[in-house]
């Protein structure tokens, strides 16, 4: 479990993190969202032991991660412009990681690069921008650490490698030991991997939830009623976050158990009512419209 208590970290006058406090379990997905220069770097830059916090702590399974080189063995951090050695291969950088990472897997390093398409001894330097990401997380994968953090993992690889990387990532929460941590400034790319999502905005954390009870407890409904103090009634009944009318259609935005909240509409005898799929993005703009932000100017 990582645990950040109260983090802060500045780089001259740039205040970076400022008062973040953050807990990551144990075999969970965790997504940390936030546009660029929002934090999300620096973040996991602190939790993997790279940086050392101004004020305040961050304890990995209970133990500080700076300067601790036995537990920063557990963690690997592929960064959003990953480094290699010069005219490194993908075989010279595994015997490379070899060194460092005990459990580095090398028979299934080179299952995957064959599998992935990626000539094991090509410079790295003439791949492509997709083709380097692909290697990253392969060589992340084949550490085997507790703990691997992304940084914009998914920015540069197409569809089909991103839901294939997904799918490892699903296969290894399975099979051992593994906390992913996915920072990206994309809601959408993180929507169907994680189970709790955490928005950094301006250095700070904005809002933590678990994903699965954000989509069980806010809804969107739309519904038609026979008369206006029909409609007034109900939507007074309702936790309501946001209501829009299009003709005599509402679209109402409510926090809530589904059979709940349907249960209250039905009430009021509507001659039409439905609930509507919500979308991770959907409920990010409900949620933080409510404490005043727009998450669409944060992040999209």
Do not use: W
Not at 21 to 27: F, L, Q
Not at 144 to 157: M, R
Not at 253 to 272: A, C, H, Q, W
């Amino acid at each position: 479990m990582i645990v950040a208590t109260h983090l802060h970290k500045k780089f001259g006058d740039v205040e970076a993190l400022k008062d973040v406090s953050v807990t990551i379990k144990k075999g969970e997905v965790f997504g940390l969202i936030g546009t660029n220069g929002a934090g999300k770097s620096t973040f996991l830059r602190m939790a993997c032991g790279v940086l050392k916090p101004d004020e305040g702590s961050l304890l990995v399974d209970d133990v500080s991660i700076y300067e601790n080189p036995e537990m920063k063995q557990n963690i690997f951090y592929i960064s959003d412009d990953q480094f290699y050695l010069p005219n490194a291969t993908p075989i010279s950088m595994m015997g490379f990681y070899q060194n460092y990472y005990p459990e580095f897997n090398r028979e299934r390093f080179l299952t995957l690069v064959e599998k992935f398409g990626l000539n094991p001894k090509r410079k790295i330097h003439t791949f492509s921008k997709g083709m380097k990401k692909q290697l990253s997380v392969l060589l992340g994968i084949c550490a085997n650490t507790k703990y691997l953090f992304c940084d914009e993992t998914f920015d540069g690889l197409d569809p089909v490698m991103r839901q294939t990387v997904k799918s490892i990532f699903a296969g290894e929460l399975s099979e051992r030991d593994f906390t992913p941590v996915v920072a990206s400034h994309n809601l959408r790319e993180l929507e169907d991997i994680c189970d709790h999502v955490g928005l950094l905005h301006k250095g700070g954390v904005l809002m933590q939830k678990d994903l699965e009870e954000m989509k069980l407890n806010i809804h969107t409904i739309q519904c038609v009623f026979e008369n206006e103090d029909l409609e007034r009634a109900a939507i007074s009944a309702l936790n309501l976050v946001k209501a829009e009318k299009r003709g005599r259609l509402n679209l109402l935005t409510v926090r809530g158990k589904k059979e709940d909240i349907m249960n209250v509409i039905n009430t009021f005898s509507p001659l039409f009512a439905e609930v509507l799929p919500l979308s991770l993005e959907e409920i990010f703009i409900s949620e933080t419209e409510v404490v005043g932000y727009d998450v669409k100017k944060l992040i999209f």
